[in-house]
Nanobody, 124 residues
Framework: QVQLVESGGGLVQAGGSLRLSCAAS????????VGWFRQAPGKEREFVAA????????YYRDSVKGRFTVSRDNAEITVYLQMNSLKPEDTAVYYC?????????????????WGQGTQVTVSS
């Protein structure tokens, strides 16, 4: 059974940084893309960033380009989301998910397993 566990969330001031981790059990990320999504209160879940399975190609939503970086460890069981220059509008529950499609998809429907989420709160 595949399980994804996010960690690294917390409270940070605007301009600060956090690094989220997504650890997998039951599956390595070697053949699966990994995506990060977020959901703020009262809003729909939205795509944040993704990394493809083989080449590690990355894809970001426009509002986080240049501030967030998604990466994968060599063992391919942990994916990270480094978040710099955080803004209050980045406040949300962040989720990681895996996709059997392999490419860095921004579509939540492509993802089959999801973590439980980790809260990120950015104060102004």
């Amino acid at each position: 059974q595949v399980q994804l566990v996010e960690s690294g969330g917390g409270l940070v001031q605007a301009g600060g940084s956090l690094r989220l981790s997504c650890a997998a059990s039951g599956r390595t990320f070697r053949s699966y893309a990994v995506g990060w999504f977020r959901q703020a209160p009262g809003k729909e879940r939205e795509f944040v960033a993704a990394i493809s399975s083989r080449r590690g190609t990355t894809y970001y939503r426009d509002s986080v380009k240049g501030r967030f970086t998604v990466s994968r460890d060599n063992a391919e069981i942990t994916v990270y989301l480094q978040m710099n220059s955080l803004k209050p509008e980045d406040t949300a529950v962040y989720y990681c998910a895996t996709a059997p499609v392999g490419w860095a998809s921004g579509r939540s429907d492509d993802y089959d397993y999801w973590g439980q989420g980790t809260q990120v709160t950015v104060s102004s």
